[in-house]
Structure formats: C-alpha cells, structure tokens
C-alpha cells in the first residue's frame, strides 16, 4: 500500500492525493483476475473487474467434434459444477435433434444435479465465504477456533460428493451422463445406501441456514432484475425450465439469444451479459429464490424466512442464507427422489442426428447456464455458444463494487479491501468457467 501526492496544477491548488490498495490475488475464489476502483474527487468514478486469466477456447474445441463427445468435453471446463455443463449440453443436443427424454431419465439428471448443488453451495459457504463473516483469513485458520462448523461443511460437501459418484460414475467430472441418458442407472440398492448420510445432511443443512442467520451482514440494496429458470409443474429450478425474471420476462430458452446480449470489454478475457434493451441483471441464488420461493418446501420456506432471507431479497451479503436453504432444498429433493426411483431401462434413449440448431439451459449452484449448438446431419458440431453464469454477473458485481466503496469511502485500506473481497464472494465467482481473484487496486485522486 502506498500513498502518494500527484502535482497538481501551478495555480494554487493543494496536489491530488491518490491511495491505490493492490491484492496480488483474491484467495478463495476459482480463477484469477484483478479488479481496479478509480476514486475521483471523494466519488468512485470508475470499477473495472478485470479478468486476466487466459481464454480457454472450449467453444473452439468443441467445434468439428461429435455431437455425442459435447457432455465429457463441457464437464472439464469446471471441476465444481460438471454437472452443470453436462446437462445444458445434453439438453441442447436432444433439442437439435428433436428427442424428448423420458421422466424417469429426467428425474435421475435432477438426482444427480442435487448433488451437485449440495457440495458446491456447502464448499462455498463453509470453506469460501464463512471466513469473510468470521474474521479469518481462511477455512484452516477458521477451523482452529470453529472446528465443528468446518467438520459440518466437509460432511454435507462428501454427501453431495458421494451422491454424484454413485449416479454418475465418480465425484468429479461425471462420466456416466451421455446424449439420451445415462450409459448406466443405478440401482436401488445403491440409492438407498445414500439415504442415511443424506438424511444427516438434511438436519446439518437445517442446522446451516439456522447458523448463517446470526453472521452480521454489510447493508447493501440492490435495484437489480433477477433472472432464473422456472419449470413447468410445481419443481424449484434446477435442470430444466423456462426463463423467467422478476421484471416480467417468460421465454423459452431457445430465445436466450433474442434477448440476452454478449458484449466484449476491453479490461476483461470474459465477455459482459446484459439484456437486450435494458441494463445489466443478476442470475444465482437470489434469482432463483426470488422467482421460485413458492416451488420450496414448507420446511425450506420456513428455515429461510425464520433465518431473515426474504424471497425478494436484493442484499447479495445475504447470499449466504439463500445457498444454505438451497442446500436443504438439494437434500429434501435427493431423498424424495431416491424414495420415489424408478430405474430407467433401457438407461438412456436412441439419439439419431439431424442438421439443426439445439439450445440448452440448467441451474448451475452460480446461476443460469445457457448452451448452443449447431450440429449436420451427422452430428459434427459446427457454431457452439457457452455463456456461464459467472460472465452473466460480471456486471452486477462491479456494480456492486461500486455501491460498496462508495458508501465507505472513510475506511482505511485494509478494511475497503476486505470488504471488496467479501462482496465479489457473494456471488461464489468461477473466473475460470467465465474467461471464453482478486487483485484488487482502489486509486484515489
């Protein structure tokens, strides 16, 4: 940290006074970039969250390759939500090729898709964001002093974590999901041996949201529209759905180009969402809360609302909340389905190629994401669009940084940078997923 006086003009004028705060990378995030706040004249004039890390060209690979290898490639590009990847691009590709799975192959994706949220939302909340709340620099130093609540986040991540083993073939990068299916289904037996460490994950998940209510949570309201899936039926968002927002907005995903624009931005490798004819708008938790807080069970609804998290929540400190009752959501609906299997055979459905365009999108723990494909009528890829949920809400996070600095404009520079930090973990961002953390500099004039 340096202070230093700029001349100013030969007119009389005291010089300009510029702090700039430098963090060489945000711990607890998964990518790298930096992030720089220029500070003019006790206002903040300008956030850039700026995304080094190098592109990884996924949408390159994939084109030329076949329609059948898009599940395995997408699942590499983010060892936390594979899931997530897998089941926008199967999605994509039976809409291409105009095939409808069955329900019981459906209902065994969202099986495997609710292991996926708890181990990713409980890996965030214990070991990424708690420690902002607590006052530690991280989850080993937290886990001197709260051993029990990081030994509670580690058993609900390994139940999320077994529950995709079993469904789909091993805990990282599944390789059991295929176009059509699943090249194996489970057992009974196998689910029902998951039953009674979910059943445990289920209180300790109850026990999470009840815990996160009493950490002091940063003011900070936002005006902001929340975009989510919301499916037919009486089902939360999470592998399928129409796309809707708090503003009015209800679309068929296939519309998500018509009306969800990408922009490039010189400071960033990642590209900028926003809607077409409008501004910038949030997808995650909060969205899905907010849109779907009628599809969560009476007990979810009832956690969530005892624990302050109102369903049109705009503070994203209060994120935190919302994760855990989405972890008590993930545990109720993995046992309800594990209650309710039906074993799909064959496992999956005849998936034959047709020239054609095919879109896809799921509820990845961050948010909404949105998969295109153009295949021929072999089954080649040829034009691939992947819009993570992390490049989605690169706007609002620096619009967020912008709220934050400039209502604590008087802290010094450790405690401005903490609190940066903090906000930018609100939204759990996988920098890595994005580039197609947190060096932070605040320089003030």
């Not at 991540?157 to 299916?181: C, D, I, T, Y």
């Not at 998969?371 to 993570?388: F, H, K, N, S």
């Amino acid at each position: 940290m340096a202070d230093e006086k700029t001349p100013g003009p030969d007119d009389g004028r005291p010089p300009a006074r510029t702090r700039t705060i430098a963090v060489d990378a945000l711990a607890r995030v998964e990518g790298e970039g930096a992030m720089r706040v220029t500070i003019r004249d006790g206002r903040v004039s300008d956030v850039a969250l700026r995304i080094y890390e190098p592109p990884r060209f996924f949408e390159g690979l994939l084109r030329g390759r076949a329609f059948t290898e898009a599940p395995d490639i997408t699942a590499r590009i983010c060892g936390i939500c594979p899931v997530a990847y897998q089941m926008s691009a199967v999605a994509a590709m039976e809409d291409a090729c105009g095939v409808t799975i069955p329900e019981p192959i459906r209902l065994l994706r969202r099986l495997l898709y609710c292991g996926e949220w708890i181990e990713s939302h409980a890996l965030h909340v214990y070991m990424l964001h708690a420690p902002d709340f607590l006052g530690y620099d991280g989850a080993i130093d937290m886990a001197r002093d709260h051993r029990g609540i990081v030994e509670r986040g580690l058993r609900m991540k390994q139940a999320g974590n077994e529950l995709m083993r079993v469904v789909g073939g091993r805990s990282v990068h599944p390789v059991n999901v295929r176009v059509g299916g699943f090249y194996r289904a489970p057992s009974h037996k196998e689910l029902l041996s998951l039953r009674d460490r979910l059943e445990v994950a289920r209180e300790e998940a109850l026990e999470t949201v009840r815990w996160t209510a009493t950490l002091d949570y940063p003011d900070l309201e936002r005006d902001v529209t929340l975009v989510s899936l919301l499916p037919d039926g009486e089902d939360y968002p999470i592998e399928c759905g129409r796309i809707v927002s708090s503003d009015g907005l209800d679309i068929g995903v296939d519309r998500f180009p018509a009306e969800f624009v990408e922009e490039q931005v010189p400071h960033s490798t990642a590209l900028h969402a926003r809607m077409r004819g409008g501004g910038r708008y949030l997808v995650g938790p909060m969205a899905r809360f907010a849109n779907a807080f009628d599809r969560l069970t009476p007990e979810v609804r009832e956690a969530a609302l005892a624990a302050g998290a109102e369903p049109g929540t705009r503070n994203p400190f209060r994120s935190i909340v919302v994760r855990s009752a989405e972890i008590l959501y993930a545990c109720e609906e993995a046992l309800r389905l594990i209650a309710s299997y039906e074993q799909p055979d064959p496992p999956a459905v005849t998936v034959v190629p047709r020239a054609g365009v095919g879109h896809g999108a799921s509820e990845a723990p961050r948010g909404v994401l949105y998969q295109r494909y153009e295949i021929d009528d072999e089954g080649t890829i040829l034009a691939v669009q992947i819009t993570p949920p992390t490049a989605q809400n690169q706007g609002a996070i620096e619009d967020d940084m912008t709220l934050v600095v400039a209502d604590r404009l008087e802290l010094p520079d450790a405690a401005l940078r903490g609190v940066c930090e903090q906000a930018i973990r609100n939204y759990d961002p996988c920098i890595s997923c994005a580039t197609h953390f947190l060096d932070l500099e605040v320089d003030r004039d």
